[in-house]
Every structure is written in C-alpha cells, then in structure tokens.
C-alpha cells in the first residue's frame, strides 16, 4: 500500500510538471504570435492554398508560375500545400476570414520589389493584421504540441522526457523561427519525430512513409530515407521493399499537382540550390559529405544485426543533418529540423547539450544580422519604432570588426558541425547511463 501512494504521489508531480511546462510553453508561442512577422514570409506560402480555396484552382503551382515566376510557391512541397488548404478552408468557408484573403491577394505584387517588413504591415493596417497573424500562425500548435507528446512517448525515462519536453517548450529556434517570422518547419518536424516513434515501436514501413511525408513538406527528411532503410531492414529483400515504400509514398502526393501543373511542382527541388557554397569549397565539402553518407550508409547494413538498431537510429538521423549543415551555409531556421532529437538525447551528454547551445548563438550571430529579424519582428505593434532601433551587430561595429569576427565565426561554424556530426556518431555507441 505505500508503494501504491508513492506511486501516485510521483505520477501526480510528473503530471503537474508537464502542465507547469505546457502552460510556460503555450504562454510564449501565443503571446508573440499576433504581434511577430518578418516582411511577407508569413503569407507567401499561404497565397497558394487560398486560392485553392477560394477560386478552386487546382494547377497552383503552374498557375503562379505562369503569373508570377518570381514567387517561390515552389519551395515548399505538397505535403504543406495539402496541410495549408485544410487551414485555409476552416479560416476562410467556416470562419469566414475575408480580410485574410484581402491581404494574401496582395502578397504576390508585393513580393516583387525590396519591401521591408515596415511596408506590408502599412498595406496590411486595416486588415486585421492582428487576427491573421495569429490565425496563419494558429495551425503551427496542433503539429508543435503533437511533437512534445510524441517527445514523451520516445524517452526512455521519465527524466529523459521531462527534460526533453522542457527543452522542447523554450525551444527558441522554434519559437523564433515559426511564431515570430512565421515560418512552416513544424510540419516537417513532426512528420520527422513520427518516424522515429514507428521505429522505436517497429513499425519500419510506417517510419519510412513517415519521413517520405516530411519531405513532400520540405526536403531535410528525404536524406534520411535510405539509411533508415539500411539500418530498420535486416535482409536485402525488407530493405529494398522499405525503400519502395518510400519512393511510392514519397511520390503520391506530387501526382495530382504534377498532373495539373506540370513540372512546375518539381520547382520544390531546385530551390535547394539556393543555399549552397560557392567556388572550389563547395565541391570539396559535396565530396566529403558524400564519402561519409556512403560509409555511414554502409555502417547502417552492420548496425541492422546488431540488437534493437532502431534505437541507434536518432543518432543516424543526427550525425546526417550535421553533415547537410557541413555542406550548405545553412540559415538560422533550418537548425530546427534537428532540434527534437537534441531534447531527446540531452541528459545523455549534458557537454554535448551545451555545445549545440554554443552553434545556435553562432548561428544567430551570422544569420540574424539585419533589423528585421531582430526587435523588427514587432513591427505590427509599432513599424517606425520598433524598425528603426539599433541591431546587435550595428552596436558591435563601435568596437570591432564584424567582418572579421563574421569570418572567424563562419570557419568555427563550419569545423562545429564536423565536430557535432562525429560526436553524436561516438555517441552512437556509448551505452547510455541509467540516470
């Protein structure tokens, strides 16, 4: 009988905890969310699924390449145009939000010229700017939340998934990233977390299908496909029907636009290239990058006879998006893709956890240099302002060079992600401690 008490008394402090840290997390993703944006990133890739809506457009992806071939519909998949329709069919048929499609019709002339975040929040003032902020942004929780809960499902203790879903709450590449700019990532994310619990749970082809979705919504996931593969396969024939899946699920939600729009929607592909080192260093970093694909590929085979490999494959999925980092000048939100399978591993090797914190003020140092991603982000509340304050960088310049600090960072950078990339691949084989 007292063990029974004890028990309840601990699963009554686990609970409270998790709402404790639910309530922090909601408090700072709603508070920032009517007040945040960054020029028209909020709403460009929302013009498409509004006028799938409204008008009944099928062929969007051609339709706004033939009338606006400089408007990057492309650059995000299927999968975000599909979860993106849904949200706009519930704004604007259920919800009747006829002042955000006032102000998505306006995006796409807009997009065209070197508009600052000050001049759409002025075109945008009697629109209800406010409300739909906060309704674009609104469908970002359902996927944010779902990942913390899928967080707690894959810890292995409770320890591990309280800190984890800590983590995961004040997740400030997260919370900057999509509740402040606006940005989409959370669909990727969650489709990512979602593969890991099918392996964790064996459930391989789902894991596989999982990541093929992710990457109908942005690219990151695909390059996780073939050694989750490799790694959840423990026969040529399992593998090789694993990759199948992949490819087939992977490609069914690009049909029905292929067949309405053409190549147009293959345009999500090419966009990749825009993030990309030039010059003789870029070959260098492919070559790299792909020598340690193939052997980390090869490792894969070996690991799938070895006991529960599903459970190395967090790390596979980390040592990987260190080397895409390796090999492209990755902006600030991107890190994001990997930042749930930190939380999951950070009481693992808290030296390790302290290191990512030291890439992501690197990385915001580099990335987050103009007004605009700084305290311009509260142009809604006050443009003139909030636009016109001094940046982090133009406060350093009084002192130092920027420049060359910029310089210095960006090789640090560039070695930190090796360094990462090879420390979670130790990490890998390092039986975990039961704390």
Sequence with gaps: GVYMIEDTRSDRRYIIKILKWTCIGLALRLIPMPFTMQGQDPFWFNYGPMVFVTEGIWDTYGYISANYPNYHLAQYGPVSFIILSIAHFIFIKLCGAASLVEILTLVPPMAFGDLATTDYVNAFANLDLFKNLFLLKSPYLIFDFSVAAILLKIAKTRKDGL???????????????????????????????????????????????????????????????????????????????????????????????????????????????????????????????????????????????????????????????????????????????????????????????????????????LRLTGIQPQLGLLAPLNAEFFMNLPTLRGFLDRFVNTHLVDQILSRILLLSFFGAAYWSWRLKSVPQKAV
């Design 163 to 365: 800190t984890a879903y800590k983590l995961w709450m004040v997740n400030i590449v997260i919370l900057h990233t999509c509740y402040m700019i606006g940005q989409i990532g959370l669909f990727t994310i969650f489709f990512s977390i979602l593969a890991l619990l099918f392996a964790i749970r064996k459930r391989p082809y789902l894991a596989v299908a999982s990541l093929a979705l992710g990457g109908g919504s942005k690219f990151f996931p695909y390059i996780w496909i073939m050694p989750t593969c490799l790694l959840l396969g423990n026969n040529w024939k399992k593998r090789s029907a694993l990759l199948c899946t992949g490819i087939g699920v992977g490609i069914l939600p690009y049909v029905p636009y292929y067949l309405s729009s053409g190549g147009a929607v293959f345009g999500f592909f090419t966009a990749c290239e825009s993030y990309s080192y030039t010059g003789a260093i870029r070959w260098i970093l492919l070559g790299i990058v792909a020598l340690c694909y193939l052997l980390i590929a090869i490792s894969a085979v070996k690991d799938a006879d070895k006991p529960e490999p599903e459970k190395q494959l967090i790390f596979y999925f980390l040592t990987i998006g260190f080397l895409v980092y390796v090999a492209n000048p990755i902006p600030f939100r991107h890190f994001m893709y990997i930042t749930p399978f930190l939380a999951l591993i950070a009481r693992r090797d808290k030296r390790f956890t302290l290191f990512m914190g030291f890439i992501i003020l690197i990385l915001a140092f």
